[in-house]
């Protein structure tokens, strides 16, 4: 089962002045938001209030994003997470309840209900439409993000971008250089030595930062398994090869990912199983899984992961 493309919200927001100009007065307008027909994304701004109820947290930044450019600057473009939501990466432990702009002019420096305009030097050149929006560039807001949230959001973010190919490592590198003598930035150094492309979700993104924070062997992401006929018959989350273990993320984005069309989970739960068992006839190794509630607790998830390694790493009867 493949994730939906993120919805179109080409026009969905409708300003106070186009909704009297069809013939609505403030009154009826207060009226429909009262009784749940109509949304109110800020001032001035409306959405239907059924679709509003449908979307995700980051697609609602994204309509809110969308009610702040209608009236601001015609120089104004999305930085900093907006940007980022809007290229469609996942977003962890960020605030999504404002929106982040800056103006190629270098104007701003404000702030207002649900927006932040930052000052900083954007060139019209540098700007891009992604979605019918105008965006700043992708490094740039990789950089911004570091600056503004803790390493292991940011780390999420970075690798988000480098997994979805919007930026290279070393465009990352550039961008982080460039910067480096922004406020907050001390962290920078150490988001874009741990990030990597390879690691393909938030859940696996948090794993890795929690394994590095607390000095575990780093392990490998993306390990694939080949059969006895060395074809690639599975591919683990994580992996220790020298010492023998792997590690899967239990989560219900893989759930959702990895489920075939009209499969229970019942029966999907079944197959992982099965996929399981056969990795270690394959390999040898150890299996090791891990969830959501474990990453929560990392201190006493990382010695469990400890503990098997050394015990791997141990000759038999040691």
């Known amino acids: 089962m493949q994730t939906p493309p993120p919805p179109d919200l080409t026009d969905v927001v409708r300003l106070r002045h186009e909704l009297v100009a069809d013939g609505y007065t403030d009154h009826q307008l207060a009226m429909l938001v009262r009784s749940g027909l109509l949304h109110r994304v800020r001032r001035g701004a409306y ?5 509003w109820r449908r979307l995700s947290s980051e697609d609602r930044h994204r309509v809110l994003a969308r009610a702040v450019l209608l009236r601001a600057h015609p120089l104004t473009a999305l930085t900093h997470v907006s940007t980022i939501v809007e290229l ?10 404002e929106v982040h702009t800056t103006r190629t002019d270098g104007k701003g420096g404000r702030r207002e209900a649900g927006v932040v305009h930052h000052v900083g030097e954007l060139s019209e050149s540098e700007v891009r439409v992604v979605n019918g929006v105008r ?3 992708a490094a740039r807001s990789a950089v911004e993000v570091i600056a503004t949230a803790t390493p292991e959001a940011a780390l999420v973010v ?3 971008l480098l997994h979805a190919k919007h930026i290279s490592r070393e465009e990352l590198v550039a961008a982080a250089t460039t910067m480096k003598h ?6 920078a150094h150490r988001v874009v030595a741990m990030a990597d492309e390879r690691l393909e979700s938030v859940a696996e993104t ?15 992401p993306q390990v694939p398994v080949l059969d006895e006929h060395g ?12 010492l023998g273990v792997f590690l899967e993320f239990d989560g219900r984005i893989k759930y959702e990912r990895y489920r075939r069309e009209g499969e229970t989970l019942e029966a999907f739960l079944m197959r992982e199983k099965k996929r ?7 390999t040898g190794w150890v299996c090791l899984r891990i969830g959501w509630a474990d990453l929560e607790r990392p201190v006493s998830t990382c010695t469990r992961i400890r503990n098997v390694l050394e015990s791997n790493r141990r000759p038999i009867g040691a």
């Not at 959405?47 to 679709?51: E, F, P, R, T």
């Not at 922004?182 to 962290?187: C, D, K, R």
């Not at 068992?277 to 394959?282: A, F, N, Y």
């Open 182 to 187: 922004w406020p907050h930035t001390l962290s």
């Open 158 to 160: 970075a690798n988000g």
């Open 47 to 51: 959405v239907d209030a059924a679709l």
């Open 88 to 97: 469609g990466v996942p977003v962890w432990n960020i605030p999504l309840d």
């Open 206 to 220: 948090r794993t890795y930062f929690m394994c590095r924070t607390y000095r575990l062997p780093r392990p490998t």
């Open 231 to 242: 074809r690639e018959f599975a591919r683990v989350d994580f992996a220790w090869p020298e």
């Open 135 to 137: 965006v700043g560039p």
């Open 276 to 282: 399981e068992e056969r990795i270690c006839q394959l």
